[in-house]
Every structure is written in structure tokens, then in C-alpha cells.
């Protein structure tokens, strides 16, 4: 609930720093589903690099374009966004909970505690998935270059 209600701050708060800190706790409490699912290494994941890193660079360049409220747009049609928005998702929650509800109940079998755990994900990415792995780092390293090459060609144009 509380993952869901920090992403509706982020779409309803008009300043950009609001909308960063409602994705915090939505970051946050995703981390917090991540621990009840008993991943420990996706819910240490979530909160290292998402929550932490990557939002403090996100509200560090916020704070550093230093936006005032006059610098924003005016947004007159946002309620009617809004309403048409929630129109249209509603059916298809209504939908999504039926579907849930209509869903036999049956017991759950416990998992292990070895589950989620940075052993089992290591052995698994660099035993079964070693060449997507790769090949993967691969593309990165070579998208990397190509956006460091353009930022020079465009720096040398001035």
C-alpha cells in the first residue's frame, strides 16, 4: 500500500522534489516486499543502488537546478489527466481483482533459507547465464565508449 501510494505522490506533487522523495519511499517499500519474499540480495540491491545511489544523484541534480515554483509550467489540464487516467485504469483493476479473487487458495510450500541469497544468484548468473552475462557487459562497455566519443566530438564543436 505504501508502495503504491509514494507512486501516486510521484504523479500528483507539482514540485520536482516532492515527486523525488514520494519515489524514495516507493523504492524503499518495494526494498521492504523484496525482504518479505525472503530475497536478500535483491532487497540489499534495492536499497543500495536504488534507493540510495541512484536517488541521492536524482535529488542532488533537483537541488543543484535549484527549480522555484515560478519556473514551472502551468498545469491547468492536470485534473482532467487525472480523471481520465483513473477512468480508464479503474476497469482494468476491477478486472485484476476478480481475476485474483477467482484464484483457488492452496498452501504455499516454504522455501529454503539458501533462497535469494548472493551465493545461489552468483553461481547461478556465472554458471548457467555466463555468456548473456558477458555479452551483456560487452554491449555496455561498447555504449559507454560511443557516449564518451560523442561527448567529445560535441566538445570539440564549441
Not at 507539482?14 to 521492504?32: D, E, K, Q, W
Not at 560511443?146 to 560535441?154: N, P, Q, S
Amino acid at each position: 500500500m505504501l508502495a503504491v501510494l509514494g507512486a501516486a505522490g510521484l504523479v500528483l506533487f507539482r514540485h520536482p522534489m516532492n515527486g523525488a522523495m514520494s519515489f524514495v519511499v516507493t523504492l524503499i517499500s518495494l526494498a521492504g516486499l523484496y525482504a518479505l519474499l525472503s530475497a536478500k540480495l535483491i532487497f540489499a540491491l534495492q536499497l543500495i543502488v536504488y534507493a540510495g545511489a541512484i536517488m541521492s544523484l536524482i535529488v542532488f541534480i533537483i537541488m543543484f537546478l535549484n527549480i522555484q515554483p515560478d519556473d514551472l509550467p502551468k498545469e491547468e489540464t492536470k485534473l482532467l489527466y487525472i480523471i481520465g487516467g483513473s477512468i480508464i485504469v479503474l476497469p482494468v483493476g476491477l478486472f485484476l481483482v476478480k481475476i485474483v479473487k477467482s484464484i483457488p487458495m492452496s498452501s504455499a510450500a516454504l522455501i529454503g533459507n539458501d533462497f535469494g541469497g548472493v551465493k545461489q544468484v552468483g553461481l547461478l548468473l556465472f554458471k548457467d547465464w555466463l555468456v548473456p552475462f558477458e555479452i551483456v557487459s560487452i554491449l555496455l562497455l561498447v555504449s559507454l565508449i560511443g557516449a564518451v566519443v560523442l561527448a567529445g566530438k560535441r566538445g570539440s564543436i564549441k
